[in-house]
């Protein structure tokens, strides 16, 4: 199963929004295939798993067990059910990470494949499963999209020096940080940052799609030879519109005030189903205040700046899910708060 979540988190960025899964075919200790949803509209995962399988494998089918990190699915959508798949290869048995939160899965895809004689079983790693698939099931349950907050802070507490683009982070959290965006849907900065930063807010430092960036400039003042005007990528500038050649940037409405809800709402009529928000300090309090977020991302490393733009408090409700080292940076990542 854990190697399903490792092919799984390859589709990462380029399937949304679809889920992230992975799939491997085990006859006594040894894999005979894998596979996973590598792109939005393409073959799942079983499907790439089972067309893996050597030809002088084919009959040990019928004895092996088949790993999904997710309940294959029972339903006719851009591709056929992959229930059906595993019923016509006979596999021994089934075994399962998550049900599928897709109210026309929703564990039909289970009952086919039991009706049809095939042992499952369900629920191993299952925390691990949901973890993997938060953005998923969030959109899928709740059709808006999953909020990161980000930032990096130095020891004493401060995200940037005033008026001046400030790199706190080392050049492999830069590159992690890129991963990040490959793997989200949008990606959203405040004016102050857009003026002082220039941002690209690409991912040049890591192999993998950009996502939809989004600026706020409200006062037309982002200056037209910036790199969020380059048209190099999908773009939403919340402000009047401009006059320009653009064929991937937006002007979009509502922009004075402006306001998360809506912007919420217009990132769902695009079927964007994440969004990270990058700074600046102004934009990440009001997320944290007005309560918006589902996950936040701090890096810290010993640095002092002596003064500055202070980090944002972090919520009062929330647990650490994961801590690490990169270099001389600490990352932690943070969730709401579950009852235990
Ligand atoms: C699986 N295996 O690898 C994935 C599944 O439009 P389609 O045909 O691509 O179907 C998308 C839905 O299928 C998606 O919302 C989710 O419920 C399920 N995804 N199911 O058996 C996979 N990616
Ligand atoms: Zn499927």
Redesign the pocket.
């Known amino acids: 199963m854990q190697r399903c979540f490792e092919l799984a988190q390859l589709g990462a960025g380029n399937?949304a929004p679809?889920?992230i899964?992975g799939a491997v075919l085990v006859y006594e200790h040894r894999i005979l295939g894998e596979g996973f949803?590598a792109q939005y509209?393409g073959p799942?995962?079983?499907v790439n798993c089972f067309q893996s399988v050597q030809p002088e494998d084919r009959s040990l089918i019928e004895a092996a067990t088949l790993y999904c990190s997710?309940?294959?699915?029972s339903h006719y959508?851009?591709?056929p059910p992959?229930a059906d798949l595993v019923i016509k290869n006979q596999v021994k048995k089934l075994v399962i990470s998550n049900l599928?939160p897709?109210p026309?899965?929703a564990g039909k895809?289970v009952e086919k494949i039991r009706a049809a004689g095939i042992e499952v079983e369900t629920g191993l790693l299952e925390d691990a499963g949901a973890w993997l698939n938060r953005i998923f099931f969030k959109w899928?349950q709740q059709k808006t999209p999953y909020i990161i907050l980000k930032w990096a802070q130095s020891q004493d507490g401060y995200i940037g020096i005033s008026g001046a683009r400030t790199s706190i982070s080392n050049p492999i959290t830069q590159r992690l940080n890129h991963r990040w965006r490959s793997e989200i849907a949008a990606i959203l900065v405040g004016n102050t940052t857009a003026m002082v930063d220039n941002p690209s807010l690409n991912t040049r430092a890591y192999p993998g799609p950009n996502p939809l960036r989004i600026a706020l400039d409200r006062h037309a003042n982002i200056p037209g030879d910036y790199h969020l005007f380059d048209d190099q990528q999908e773009t939403w500038i919340y402000g009047p519109p401009r006059t320009g050649d653009w064929q991937k940037l937006q002007f979009m409405d509502r922009y004075d005030p402006f306001e998360i809800p809506a912007l919420l709402e217009q990132l769902s009529q695009a079927q964007k189903t994440s969004l990270l928000v990058e700074g600046g300090a102004h934009l990440l309090k009001q997320f944290i205040s007005q309560n918006y977020w589902d996950e936040i991302r701090v890096i810290e490393n010993a640095q002092m700046l002596g003064g500055g733009i202070s980090a944002p408090d972090l919520p009062v409700q929330l647990d650490l899910k994961t801590r690490f080292k990169v270099q001389d940076d600490q990352i932690s990542v943070y969730v709401r708060s579950v009852a235990k």
């Open positions: 399937v679809n889920p899964v949803h509209g799942h995962a079983e997710l309940e294959p699915c959508g851009k591709t992959c599928d897709n026309l899965v895809g899928i």
